[in-house]
């Protein structure tokens, strides 16, 4: 799985390519939320648009993900999941939890 980071203001956008799941993949996601939290973002967004799968590891970095962040006084939204991630969402409740946006420009301005 490949991953960007690219901040817009205090705001880190984090775009995923690949399967989310279990090795490289979440703790390459963990390592790139990390970072931009420690290095000041105050919220993040995660464009799930070229994700094709996540697996119950990805959910857990995401799970882990929402809770950093919201400990720290931001928000997490979740962008352009596809419709196999959003079934794994609903199966899990996690659509209920997840702030899930259909693209960037709307996740933006619900900050």
Do not use: Y
Request: aromatic share 2%.
């Amino acid at each position: 799985m490949a991953s960007k980071v690219r901040n817009e203001g205090t705001t880190a956008i984090v775009e995923l390519d690949g399967k989310l799941s279990l090795g490289p993949a979440v703790d390459d996601f963990r390592s790139k939320w990390t970072d931009a939290l420690a290095g000041g973002a105050h919220d993040i967004v995660v464009n799930l648009a070229a994700v094709p799968m996540v697996d119950s590891s990805g959910i857990g970095s995401l799970i882990r993900c929402h809770s950093a962040v919201s400990a720290a006084g931001g928000k997490l939204k979740i962008v352009a999941a596809t419709n196999t991630v959003m079934q794994a969402f609903k199966v899990t409740r996690l659509d209920r939890v997840l702030d899930l946006h259909s693209d960037e420009k709307s996740a933006l301005a619900s900050l």
